[in-house]
């Protein structure tokens, strides 16, 4: 009897115990999604606000070209001159040039467009079968190159320095350029722009929207005027020195490509 009965207490205090632990593991779990859980709730709140608009584009591009008219020529100039010593041949190179220089003078050239650009000194030998060469003489150059603003002015300029230095002078490298090559890219950057912009307005409007506010714009390839351009004039003999050398200048272009990204409003 007394057997029974302790089995019977031993039963129900396991049950017991068994019941508390279930009830204590309950109460953690509870704690812990309460202090630990909030992410679910904080997801949905999240859910419910509004996202926030992005700003509508209109991308578009604007090709733009300019062209020009070389309105300057510059060349360069040289006097070569062989005497018996140096000290001779440096005289007469530097009249010479100062001749050529006079004579640019008065065709308008100013002495700041003019830079010189060379000096040589070399001996000149005679060379024999059996003995070492000997020196004959003395080669003297000198070298300038000139600049002339007004191209209607060049050739002129040109032959009047040929016609001043006779045989010892030589005039080649005649290039024809642009003055002001900033002017002319600001020409080609407001046409690609211009020509973007319309382009841009076309399209708003077709679709119902304006333009806004730019908000990028940035060139994506550019042509800038081309570097000076070569003329092939031969050597002038002196005695048609006195005519003018005919310049044809020709035109010369330069294009911008630029991006642009307004803002629709």
């Known amino acids: 009897m007394e057997a029974n009965l302790d089995a019977k207490m031993t039963v129900s205090v396991r049950s017991i115990l068994v019941t508390v632990v279930v009830v ?24 419910e606000q509004p996202a926030v608009e992005r700003a509508r584009t209109l991308t578009m591009t604007g090709a733009g070209d300019a062209t020009a008219v070389p309105d300057q020529l510059s060349f360069d100039v040289g006097v ?7 000290e001779t041949a440096l005289d007469a190179a ?5 001749d050529v220089l006079a004579a640019l003078a008065d065709q308008g050239v100013a ?15 005679q ?19 000139v600049l002339v603003r007004e191209l209607e002015q060049g050739g002129a300029a040109v032959s ?33 722009v211009a020509e973007a912009t319309a382009k841009a307005e076309e399209y708003a409007a077709a679709s119902g929207q304006e333009l806004g506010e730019v908000m990028t714009l940035r060139e994506v390839r550019v042509k800038p005027v ?15 020195a006195a005519m003018k050398v ?15 990204v307004w803002e629709l409003s």
Request: without cysteine.
């Open 226 to 240: 081309p570097t000076p351009q070569y003329a092939e004039l031969g050597y002038l003999a002196r005695d048609s």
């Open 24 to 47: 204590l593991a309950l109460l953690v779990a509870f704690l812990l999604g309460g202090a630990g859980g909030g992410g679910t709730p904080a997801q949905a709140v999240d859910d």
């Open 127 to 145: 060379y024999h079968q059996y003995d070492p060469p000997t020196i004959t003489g003395y080669r003297v150059g000198q070298r300038a190159t």
């Open 160 to 192: 009047a320095a040929v016609a001043a230095g006779g045989n010892d002078v030589r005039v080649g490298d005649i290039r024809l350029l642009v003055g002001d090559t900033d002017a002319v890219m600001k020409r080609a950057r407001e046409a690609a």
């Open 94 to 98: 530097s009249a010479a040039m100062d």
């Open 80 to 86: 070569t001159v062989v005497r018996d010593d140096l």
């Open 111 to 125: 002495k700041g467009d003019v830079q010189t650009t060379g000096l040589s000194m070399n001996p000149v030998y």
């Open 246 to 260: 005919p310049i044809r200048a020709g035109r010369k272009s330069a294009s911008v490509t630029v991006r642009v």
